[in-house]
């Protein structure tokens, strides 16, 4: 079992930036790609960036594009987050996870292994 942890979250005002970090107990058995999820409150989860093993591949939800940027170091079994260019509508839980075999980046059930979430609220 690898386990997700995910740390960084906090307070920031709109505009203001924010760096999140998933950090994986272990490597899995077989590369695994990892990506990064959120959900507010009263609404359904959301994709937010995923990246293959190698970094080769990465995938961001409309909601975010130009503003997020994921990257992973994988001799640290780390994956992050930038945040830049918050808004309110960013306010959310957000959750790391990781998967192996996964063909569809976007999708949640595609994805094995999950953190319990890191706060973020864009506020003045």
């Known amino acids: 079992q690898v386990h997700m942890v995910e740390s960084g979250g906090g307070l920031v005002q709109p505009g203001g930036s924010l760096r999140l970090t998933c950090t994986a107990s272990?490597?899995?058995?077989?590369?695994?790609?990892m990506a990064w999820f959120r959900q507010a409150p009263g609404k359904e989860r959301e994709f937010v960036a995923a990246?293959?093993?190698?970094?080769?591949?990465?995938s961001y939800g409309d909601s975010v594009k130009g503003r997020f940027t994921i990257s992973r170091d994988n001799t640290k079994n780390t994956m992050y987050l930038q945040i830049d260019s918050a808004t309110l509508d960013d306010t959310a839980t957000y959750y790391c996870a990781g998967g192996v075999g996964v063909r569809n980046l976007a999708r949640s059930d595609e994805y094995d292994y999950w953190g319990r979430g890191t706060q973020v609220t864009v506020s003045s």
């Open positions: 990246i293959s093993w190698f970094g080769a591949t990465k």
């Open positions: 272990r490597h899995a058995s077989d590369p695994y790609a």
